[in-house]
């Protein structure tokens, strides 16, 4: 059942329904560590990198993966099934999921700045632990 969840939704998207794709879709629903495409390729070594690499990517194009930059020269990856937003820590470069904040005043204002219907957002805030700051 679930592998059929996953079929739907790649082709939602436009994509087939590759066993490649949906193992690293589901690979990415079910691990929230924002991985990069090396992470993925230590923990699903029957897929080659090459491979990883490409179907990142189209999961990207279509919206259904985002790309986090935290600023460690890697690109890390996260399936963005639910709207949420990433704190990334610029000292140890951890990337933390939150949803607990109401985005609907930010989008009215974007709205209402570009005359645009806001579709969707990606947003990413960065931070120092004030412990190490002093």
Do not use: W
Request: net charge negative.
């Amino acid at each position: 059942m679930f592998d059929q969840k996953l079929r739907n939704m790649l082709q939602r998207y436009g994509l087939r329904a590759t066993t490649q794709r949906m193992v690293i879709l589901d690979y990415l629903m079910s691990h929230k560590t924002h991985p990069t495409a090396e992470m993925i390729h230590a923990d699903l070594q029957s897929i080659s990198l090459a491979t990883i690499y490409n179907t990142l990517e189209k999961l990207v194009d279509t919206g259904l993966v985002i790309v986090i930059d935290s600023n460690d020269d890697k690109r890390h990856f996260d399936y963005y099934g639910e709207p949420h937003y990433h704190i990334i820590n610029q000292k140890t470069h951890e990337i933390i999921d939150a949803n607990n904040f109401d985005v609907q005043p930010l989008l009215d204002a974007a709205r209402k700045a570009s005359g645009l219907n806001i579709s969707g957002y990606h947003i990413e805030l960065y931070g120092i632990d004030p412990k190490d700051t002093k």
